[in-house]
């Protein structure tokens, strides 16, 4: 388990940090870190288990919530990196109108 946890850590670090060689080796040398820190746990024990799903979790949110902005050349621009497993929303929160209406401010 600790294993696949590991290679699915590295998979979400090169989809997400893909073209960014410094950010994505500082992420992979802190994976290798965090994992290598860790003492033996059997995969019974209860600490094991937090531990992969805290991986588990950190390579899902890499995955699909971690969008890079791109420096367009010559302007003062970025372009956003948004790939497949980038998650979209649908705004179907932020159109609906607030109950009571107005802009909430004090």
């Not at 979400?12 to 290598?36: K, P, S």
């Not at 860790?38 to 899902?60: G, H, I, N, W």
């Not at 497949?84 to 802009?103: F, L, M, Q, W, Y």
């Amino acid at each position: 388990m600790s294993l696949s946890a590991y290679r699915t850590l590295f998979r979400a670090t090169r989809i997400a940090f893909q073209g960014d060689e410094r950010v994505l080796m500082e992420a992979r040398n802190r994976i290798r870190q965090e994992f290598r820190a860790s003492p033996k746990l059997a995969p019974t024990d209860a600490e094991f288990q937090k531990r992969m799903e805290y991986a588990l979790s950190v390579a899902s949110i890499l995955r699909s919530n971690v969008v890079q902005g791109v420096p367009q050349e010559g302007k003062n621009l970025y372009k956003l990196r948004i790939h497949e497993h980038t998650e979209r929303g649908d705004n179907d929160s932020i159109k609906a109108p607030k109950a009571g209406g107005g802009c909430g401010c004090s």
